[in-house]
């Protein structure tokens, strides 16, 4: 059971990225405001999900949120600012689309820059501990899932509409044999060994 908020005190979002070790395409982040007595008995991390289970968690989360937005970084100012820098400046992104400003973040991961004048707490497996962090995973993994199919029939020899850029052997083999893409991460190392880490 994931917890409804950190604090009660202020408004309070939750936030995640999507795509940070992949080889292609952009990083997707979400923030999300929930009601403060909000539970879902299936709502998780993503990563934890099936595909099916993460599009209708998405619906729910767009009905039933006070406030969410997405956003996204390119592959070009990845490769310019590198991945770190793109993921928080995509949940930034995020956080100034809100249509309720909130008063605290809650952020998955262990590293954040403060966005404005706003309180924040890092939250390793944020996701699945709390409840707006798991609606964030879930808006950035769709969004950027899409993103990455809407390129798939393109692209087919890099397998996207399977691995959605991320570095599984079939798509490092390719870009090793037939090169990169237009949008590939030209700082990412292809075929470096520690990538079957991901």
């Known amino acids: 059971m994931l917890l409804p908020y950190f ?25 999300v405001i929930l009601p403060q007595n909000f539970s879902h008995p299936l709502l998780n991390d993503s990563k ?35 991945i770190l820098n793109a993921s928080i400046k995509a949940m930034h992104l995020a956080i100034d689309k809100l ?3 909130p008063g605290f973040l809650i952020i998955d991961g262990n590293r954040f820059k403060s966005y404005e004048n706003l309180g924040h707490r890092c939250i390793v497996k944020g996701d699945s501990r709390y409840y707006s962090i798991a609606a964030a995973s879930i808006l950035a993994k769709t969004y950027r899932d899409e993103f990455m199919f809407s390129l798939a029939s393109e ?16 798509h490092r083999k390719a870009v090793i044999e037939k090169g990169m893409s237009p949008f590939h991460r030209k700082t990412f190392r292809i075929s470096d060994p520690q990538l079957k880490l991901f």
Not at 65 to 73: D, E, G, K, T
Not at 155 to 170: A, L, M, V
């Open 7 to 31: 604090q009660k005190e202020h408004i309070e979002a939750g936030c995640d990225e999507a795509g940070r070790g992949c080889l292609a395409g952009p990083v997707f982040a979400a923030a």
């Open 99 to 101: 249509s309720i400003r």
């Open 48 to 82: 934890k999900l099936n595909e099916r289970n993460r599009l209708e968690l998405r619906e729910m989360v767009e009905r039933e949120a006070i406030a969410f937005a997405v956003a996204s970084i390119d592959h070009e100012e990845i490769d310019q600012i590198n």
């Open 155 to 170: 692209y087919p020899q890099y397998d996207w509409i399977n691995n959605k850029g991320y570095p599984t052997s079939r």
